[in-house]
T-cell receptor, first 112, second 114 residues
Framework: AQSVTQLGSHVSVSEGALVLLRCNYS??????LFWYVQYPNQGLQLLLK??????LVKGINGFEAEFKKSETSFHLTKPSAHMSDAAEYFCAAGSSASKIIFGSGTRLSIRP | DVKVTQSSRYLVKRTGEKVFLECVQD?????MFWYRQDPGLGLRLIYFSYDVKMKEKGDIPEGYSVSREKKERFSLILESASTNQTSMYLC?????????????FGQGTRLTVV
C-alpha cells in the first residue's frame, strides 16, 4: 500500500533562510506527487506537482521540489523564506488507479 | 476561476443529531471526495464518488454516509453525531484519473459536536 511520510510536524526558519520540508513516499511504482499548502482556516491549494518528465518541478510562490526515485523522496524547498510562507504544507501521492494519499502535514513558522 | 463551495464554514451540533455537510463544484468534475483533517493525522479520506449515485468507502467511513444525486453536489451525512466527529471537514473534486491530476478543495467546514 502506498504511504506518504513527512518528517517533522513543525519546522521553524528565519525570514530569508532556506526552507526545506521533507517528504518520502513508499511505492513499488513511481507515483504522481503533489505539494499542497493550507493557510489558516482555508482549504488546500496546489503548490506544485510531479507526474512525468523533468524531476525538478517549480511551483508557485518560489517553491520547488525534486523527485528522487532512488531515495523515494520529494522534498520541498524555497531559497529564501518570507513571512507570508507561514502555513501548513502537505505532501501527497497518487496513482492512476487510486485516490490521493496525504502525509500528516508540516507546519512552517517563519521567525522575523 | 474554479470553485468548490462548502455550505458552512463553522457548525455546532449536539450529540445524536443528524448532520448534513454540503459541497458543490462548478468544474463539471467526475470525482468528488470528503476528507477529515485532524492535527497530526493529516487528511483522511472518508468517502469518494466517481460518478452520480456512485460511492466508495475511504479509510474512515464508520459513522458517515454520503449522497450524490447530481454531478455537481456531494453531501456528507453524520447519521448520529458524536463528540469524536468534531473536526475539520474538507470537500474536494477532480477530473478522472485522480492520481494523475490535482484535486481542488473547498474552504472547509469546522464542525464541533457538543
Amino acid at each position: 500500500a502506498q504511504s506518504v511520510t513527512q518528517l517533522g510536524s513543525h519546522v521553524s526558519v528565519s525570514e530569508g533562510a532556506l526552507v526545506l520540508l521533507r517528504c518520502n513516499y513508499s511505492s513499488s511504482v513511481p507515483p504522481y506527487l503533489f505539494w499542497y499548502v493550507q493557510y489558516p482556516n482555508q482549504g488546500l491549494q496546489l503548490l506544485l506537482k510531479y507526474t512525468t518528465g523533468a524531476t525538478l518541478v517549480k511551483g508557485i510562490n518560489g517553491f520547488e521540489a525534486e523527485f528522487k526515485k532512488s531515495e523515494t523522496s520529494f522534498h520541498l524547498t524555497k531559497p529564501s523564506a518570507h513571512m507570508s510562507d507561514a502555513a501548513e504544507y502537505f505532501c501527497a501521492a497518487g496513482s492512476s488507479a487510486s485516490k490521493i494519499i496525504f502525509g500528516s502535514g508540516t507546519r512552517l513558522s517563519i521567525r522575523p | 476561476d474554479v470553485k468548490v463551495t462548502q455550505s458552512s464554514r463553522y457548525l455546532v451540533k449536539r450529540t445524536g443529531e443528524k448532520v448534513f455537510l454540503e459541497c458543490v463544484q462548478d468544474m463539471d468534475h467526475e470525482n468528488m471526495f470528503w476528507y477529515r483533517q485532524d492535527p497530526g493525522l493529516g487528511l483522511r479520506l472518508i468517502y469518494f464518488s466517481y460518478d452520480v449515485k456512485m460511492k466508495e468507502k475511504g479509510d474512515i467511513p464508520e459513522g458517515y454516509s454520503v449522497s450524490r444525486e447530481k454531478k455537481e453536489r456531494f453531501s456528507l451525512i453524520l447519521e448520529s453525531a458524536s463528540t469524536n466527529q468534531t473536526s475539520m471537514y474538507l470537500c474536494a473534486s477532480s477530473p478522472p484519473a485522480v492520481g494523475e491530476t490535482e484535486a481542488f478543495f473547498g474552504q472547509g467546514t469546522r464542525l464541533t459536536v457538543v
